[in-house]
């Protein structure tokens, strides 16, 4: 709960940046109150209204300090040193004002505005601890916390842009997951469609109910297409990030595919061993993934007149078998990238290296068809999360 508030207070400061600057000089002007209100010694001055308000002054840039950072330590500077030269006010315990300046100069400001601001630190802290107190222990303490600021607001601008780097990484992992997700839906529709149309005009003649079961089926398959990529696209045309991600299937929804498939006319056996059932839903979909995509290059190379699709779970492993009578491969494994051995073999590969897993394909048992085999580490509950 702790993270989860820290992460939503961060989210709502991104959003709203001039109200955390007006807070933040809020609760400036509050510390820098304090010395005014607690009793001074007799032998000291009064504290003065003018004194005050010159102090108010000093605090008030801080609500322009992501603007204007340079401009607004300048403004600082100048008001502070019109207070501790014009006024006989109260001293404070840290220099608030200049803290947070050189902590926004450090974290937003160009490499030549932080070199000037170092430079004026290095005359500005000797020169204010000499009108104070001269002493060498205030003078080592004051470059010590502005020193700290500094640091503070360069590990800030280092994590920002980690942060920057890594969401630009993470949309380019999401491009790539959903062309694969595209590609998917699509070469596993289109390929049914062709066969099926291919073998109308056959079955019109010869017999006319297969046919009427082919169209069905390519209507089927069609809209199944349209469904998914309906989805994903009113996905992808949701603002709100919360609103979920594309389609994710799993394996409930296999056999509705090995319908599909069977319509085309193509015998298709499912066989599943283990406990298959509440795997994660990322290595759900990785598996169904892999099996369409292995009988869409089944219906459309192999020549195939059966096909079996096996689900086995032994332990951590998920293994996913797809197997035909076709004509077998042409290479015994799959080709590395970038080498010509197109998408749908090189896309289980990548799937399965995503979840720490292995895919190969080359000729069935006993030298015949072919077969796709792809290795699937099951993550521990732990792992998972909620």
């Known amino acids: 709960m702790r993270i989860r508030g820290t992460g939503q207070a961060r989210e709502w400061g991104a959003a709203h940046p001039r109200a955390v600057d007006a807070g933040l000089a809020l609760l400036v002007q509050a510390a820098v109150t304090m010395p005014f209100v607690v009793p001074r010694a007799p032998e000291l001055e009064p504290a003065t209204w003018p004194a005050y308000g ?31 030269l014009g006024v006989e006010g109260p001293g404070q315990p840290l220099p608030y004002q200049g803290l947070v ?8 400001a160009s490499a030549w505005q932080r070199a000037v601001t170092a430079g004026l630190l290095l005359v500005a802290v000797p020169v204010s601890v000499w009108l104070n107190t001269r002493s060498v222990r205030e003078l080592t303490f004051s470059l010590f916390v502005f020193g700290a600021a500094y640091a503070f607001g360069r590990l800030t601008d280092a994590r920002q842009r980690a942060q920057a780097v890594e969401a630009e990484r993470a949309a380019a992992r999401e491009r790539a997951r959903i062309a694969r997700e595209m590609h998917d839906i699509l070469s596993h529709a289109v390929s049914l469609m062709i066969v099926q149309a291919e073998a109308g ?37 949701d603002e709100d990030p919360g609103g979920g991600r594309s389609p994710q299937p ?17 015998e298709v056996r499912y066989e599943t061993s283990g406990e298959v059932a509440g795997l994660p839903a990322p290595l759900a979909a990785t598996a169904y993934r892999i099996a369409q995509e292995a009988l869409t290059n089944t219906v459309r190379h192999a020549r195939a007149r059966t096909a079996t699709v096996r689900i086995d779970r032994r332990g951590p492993l998920l293994t996913v078998v797809v197997t035909d009578d076709g004509r077998g491969p042409r290479s015994a494994a799959l080709r590395p990238p970038g080498r010509s051995a197109g998408h749908g073999l090189a896309g289980i590969r990548e799937r399965a290296a995503a979840h720490g897993g292995t895919a190969t394909a080359g000729a069935g048992p006993g030298g015949t068809g072919f077969e796709v085999r792809a290795e699937l580490p099951v993550a521990s509950p732990a792992e998972v999360g909620p």
Request: with cysteine.
């Open 101 to 108: 300046c050189v902590y926004t100069v450090a974290a937003l």
């Open 250 to 266: 799993d394996l409930g929804e296999l056999p509705a595919l090995l319908d599909r498939v069977r319509a085309g006319g193509l």
């Open 54 to 84: 010159l102090t108010t002054l000093t605090v008030l840039p801080l609500v322009w300090r992501r603007r204007a950072p340079m401009t607004v330590l300048l403004a600082v500077l100048a008001a502070s040193a019109l207070y501790q």
């Open 201 to 237: 005009p056959v079955a019109v003649r010869r017999a006319p109910e297969r046919a009427e079961a082919a169209f069905e089926a390519i209507s089927a398959t069609g809209r199944d297409a349209m469904d998914q990529l309906r989805r994903m696209l009113g996905v992808l045309r």
